[in-house]
């Protein structure tokens, strides 16, 4: 399969490993997006945007998952730099209702130990942003706050952009398009537009099989973590009008793969954040066994650290990130694991001299 786009000329590989992606994919598409020294030099879509056969287009946007989490958090550190959110201070002084005693940095980086509903609650709650964060406000935090850290799968968005919402006013599906999006030109979004939705990519092989290699060997508290409510791994579901124009900043980002590393390359470019903050922000603030995921991981505020770079990678294999001075963006429609864009990725690195990922 011929992907659409361009690419620089030096990194032509790239261009026939994302074609292999592509190839082997048995559900809808994908995209990828390199931006390096300010420049976007990979800028690359193929495939289908649903089961019907519709093309993916340059403009197709796509569900990326946890990909959406440091979009949430940009809105919260944005906030910290203006000094209307202070890092050190407790939540509650902004959300007097939280039950959890976690500062407004334990909640950026996965400490505050909200990562589950003890009550049953149904899907139509990720519709309704009041209900769900009253729920949350009043969950007993599933560890002390700052004693260990696991991710928050579906409720992260809604901690911090609470806390958006309760200093700035603005829901952070707003505040992301007037503070962060539209001032960048990046074509990502929480809570779409008819328009929008309109150019949204179906999401394809979210079905028994993929759900129990997902679950695979993970804690208790993962599958309830994402389990309740129910729906982020329902086809019907993530595929449906109502869920894509709610905020469900955990997951539900929708964009491009131009737009998932463009945030990063204007992170890189000294765009949004202030040099000390970002520093921060990449930082490993916590380390160690993930109490929901299982395996050890690094938080910043908002990324996954590494030795390569910070980023996220998302549910069913999309990925954003940066690294040694380039931005990478993987997004698909095509539910898998994460070797498609480790390929891809590793494609680049090699043009650009530079080592393989570590595995």
């Not at 550190?77 to 939280?98: I, K, Q, S, T």
């Not at 260990?148 to 603005?170: K, T, W």
């Not at 599906?173 to 030109?185: A, K, T």
């Not at 603030?285 to 993930?290: A, L, V, W």
Request: aromatic content about 8%; charged content about 20%; hydrophobic content about 45%.
């Amino acid at each position: 399969m011929h992907p659409d786009g361009v690419v620089a000329r030096r990194f032509e590989p790239v261009r026939e490993a994302f074609a292999d992606v592509l190839r082997a994919q048995p559900g809808t598409g994908a995209a990828v997006a390199v931006w390096l020294d300010d420049e976007l030099v990979v800028d690359l879509w193929g495939g289908t945007a649903d089961a019907a056969g519709r093309a993916w287009q340059r403009d197709s946007i796509v569900q990326p998952y946890s990909v959406s989490k440091p979009f949430a958090a940009l809105a919260a550190l944005v906030l910290v730099d203006r000094g209307r959110l202070d890092l050190d201070a407790p939540a509650r002084r902004y959300w007097p209702e939280l039950r959890a005693d976690a500062t407004v940095r334990q909640i950026l980086s996965h400490q505050a130990g909200v990562v589950a509903l003890d009550e049953p609650a149904p899907t139509a709650v990720f519709y309704d942003w009041d209900r769900m964060c009253a729920l949350l406000a009043a969950q007993e935090p599933a560890w002390p706050p700052g004693t260990a850290h696991g991710e928050s799968a579906l409720f992260y968005g809604h901690l911090v952009g609470e806390l958006v919402r309760r200093v700035d006013g603005r829901g952070i599906g707003r505040f992301l398009r007037e503070e962060v999006c539209g001032p960048l030109g990046l074509d990502f979004a929480f809570g779409l537009t008819p328009a929008e939705s309109a150019r949204a990519v179906e999401l394809t092989g979210i079905d028994d099989a993929f759900r129990s290699r997902t679950l695979g060997d993970r804690t208790e508290l993962y599958a309830r973590a994402v389990g309740n409510p129910p729906g982020a791994w329902d086809p019907a579901v993530v595929n449906g009008t109502a869920w894509r124009a709610a905020e469900v900043p955990a997951v539900n980002g929708h964009g491009t793969a131009r737009a998932v590393a463009g945030l990063y390359a204007a992170l890189l470019r000294g765009k949004l954040l202030s040099p000390g903050l970002l520093l921060d922000a990449t930082t490993a603030q916590c380390s160690g066994p993930d109490r929901v995921f299982g395996h050890e991981n690094a938080w910043g505020l908002g990324f996954a650290v590494d030795p390569d770079g910070f980023g996220m990678g998302g549910t069913g294999g999309s990925f954003a990130g940066a690294a040694e001075g380039y931005a990478f963006g993987f997004v698909t429609g095509s539910m898998g694991d994460h070797e498609r864009c480790d390929r891809v990725e590793n494609a680049f690195r090699e043009c650009a001299g530079l080592p393989p990922l570590a595995p």
